[in-house]
């Protein structure tokens, strides 16, 4: 199963990830994307995601929905950002209903300012940064304030092609760090379907390396909704993830 999962994924990165989206969201990947919302402009991406993790059966099968960032452009280079999620792990027993505990994963509270963009360049740059704070429900907080921050990057190759990568690091207030890093590709089918594949992965304390690839589609429906799917799998951990959602922008000079 795990062998047919690659192969899907290569075969995906031969067709990737749209770059000319009238809507740019940072929906389905990993990474953060570099471009900053324009200025007074309001933006929801929202989506539900199923994850296992590990061998043991036993293991509780994560939901988490909504998990939803909210995107606000408050000025032409900087827009501020909110991340909320609700958690519900599944804990499946042969000789009885499941066990299903629920609640509230911490708030993220962040801003995006855009470092780099030109008219004529193929490049944009953008740092990210969210303060992590412990808000959630009892099991789900990490009790601690965490700092996350990332420099994202996109350069567009062709109309059709482009990359993006994302290098960060996530300090938590008790003293532990970890490197975060992303790599995705794409190309654009047409003007509204496309497709990516991205792998991803942390570095904890310069000991404990995870890393994990993933892939999917997203289809623009309107030039201000998308809807998207990804699915991923973990390289050196077992780990295996479906999130299905969608991002949709509110402008103040919408038609």
Sequence with gaps: MQKIKL?????????SFTVNAQIVTERPTQSESAVVLPQHSFQIESGMIYQKSGDDPNTAVNITAPSTLFRY???KFMELRVITSYQNDVYMNTYAFPNINSGFNDMEVGTKIQIFKK?????????VTHLVIPTGSIQFTNIDYASINKIAVSH??????????????KYNFTGESTLLYSLSLGVNINSKFGFFIEP???????????????????????????????????IDHPMNFYAVGFGWNISRNED
């Design 7 to 15: 192969i899907l994924l290569l075969i995906i990165i031969l067709l």
């Design 73 to 75: 452009g408050i000025f």
């Design 119 to 127: 008219e004529n360049s193929k490049t944009d740059i953008a740092f």
């Design 156 to 169: 567009g190759i062709t109309d059709y092609i482009g990359v993006g990568y994302n290098l960060g690091y």
């Design 200 to 234: 991803y992965g942390d570095l904890t304390e310069f000991s404990e390396h995870a890393s994990s690839i993933n892939g999917g589609i997203f289809y623009q429906v309107r030039n201000n909704l998308q809807a998207d799917f990804s699915f991923g799998t973990g």
